[in-house]
C-alpha cells in the first residue's frame, strides 16, 4: 500500500448543520493523519475550477451555488488534507456513495445527505476520487505552506506589491 494523500470538504450544508465534529469523528476511523485544514469562503471561481468536469451539465449552476454557500446562507467550506495507507480509499469508504440514496446509510452521506427537489446531491462532504483528483484538488484547495508535509514539488518565490491583511 502506497502513502497517499486526500482532500475532504465539509460543504456548506455539513457546516449548517453542525456536522463537522461528527463527520471528523468518523473520518478518524481511518487512522490516517490530518496535514492540512483551513476554513474557506469559496468564490465562484474555486467552485467552478473545483467542478470543471461538471461544466455544461444542467444542475451545474445550482452545484456552484450550492458548494459556494448560497443554498445554505453559510459561505464557509472545511478542507482536509489526510495522509495515510491507501487514504483515498479509506475515507471514500467512510464517507459513502455520492448519492445519498445509495449510500451505506452508516456512510456519512447515508447518515447525512439528501437530494433536493431539483436533483441536487446535498451530500454534505466531497472527498478526492483518485489520486490525479487528489493532487489538482489539493493544490487547488491549499497553498504549500497550509500543508505540514511537503507532499508535491514546490518552490520559494519573492513577491513585491502583495497586499495582505494584517492584525492592528
Given at each position: 500500500?502506497?502513502?497517499?494523500?486526500?482532500?475532504?470538504?465539509?460543504?456548506?450544508?455539513?457546516?449548517?448543520?453542525?456536522?463537522?465534529?461528527?463527520?471528523?469523528s468518523?473520518?478518524?476511523?481511518?487512522?490516517?493523519?490530518?496535514?492540512?485544514?483551513?476554513?474557506?469562503n469559496?468564490?465562484?471561481?474555486?467552485?467552478?475550477?473545483?467542478?470543471?468536469?461538471?461544466?455544461?451539465?444542467?444542475?451545474?449552476?445550482?452545484?456552484?451555488?450550492?458548494?459556494?454557500?448560497?443554498?445554505h446562507?453559510?459561505?464557509?467550506?472545511?478542507?482536509?488534507?489526510?495522509?495515510g495507507?491507501?487514504?483515498?480509499?479509506?475515507?471514500?469508504?467512510?464517507?459513502?456513495?455520492?448519492?445519498?440514496?445509495?449510500?451505506?446509510?452508516?456512510?456519512?452521506?447515508?447518515?447525512?445527505?439528501?437530494?433536493?427537489?431539483?436533483?441536487?446531491?446535498?451530500?454534505?462532504?466531497?472527498?478526492?476520487?483518485?489520486?490525479?483528483?487528489?493532487?489538482?484538488?489539493?493544490?487547488?484547495?491549499?497553498?504549500?505552506?497550509?500543508?505540514?508535509?511537503?507532499?508535491y514539488?514546490?518552490?520559494?518565490?519573492?513577491?513585491?506589491?502583495?497586499?495582505?491583511r494584517?492584525?492592528?
Amino acid at each position: 500500500m502506497a502513502l497517499e494523500q486526500t482532500l475532504v470538504l465539509v460543504k456548506p450544508d455539513g457546516l449548517k448543520k453542525s456536522l463537522t465534529g461528527n463527520i471528523l469523528s468518523r473520518l478518524s476511523e481511518a487512522k490516517l493523519v490530518i496535514i492540512g485544514a483551513r476554513v474557506v469562503n469559496v468564490s465562484r471561481e474555486l467552485a467552478e475550477t473545483h467542478y470543471e468536469h461538471l461544466q455544461g451539465r444542467p444542475f451545474f449552476e445550482e452545484l456552484i451555488q450550492y458548494i459556494m454557500g448560497d443554498l445554505h446562507s453559510t459561505h464557509r467550506v472545511a478542507a482536509f488534507v489526510y495522509q495515510g495507507e491507501d487514504a483515498i480509499q479509506k475515507i471514500r469508504d467512510i464517507v459513502g456513495d455520492t448519492n445519498p440514496e445509495n449510500a451505506n446509510p452508516v456512510s456519512i452521506r447515508g447518515a447525512y445527505g439528501r437530494i433536493t427537489t431539483s436533483g441536487v446531491f446535498e451530500n454534505v462532504v466531497h472527498a478526492s476520487s483518485s489520486s490525479e483528483d487528489a493532487e489538482k484538488e489539493i493544490k487547488l484547495w491549499f497553498g504549500p505552506d497550509e500543508i505540514v508535509e511537503d507532499i508535491y514539488p514546490s518552490r520559494e518565490v519573492m513577491r513585491s506589491e502583495v497586499r495582505m491583511r494584517e492584525w492592528v
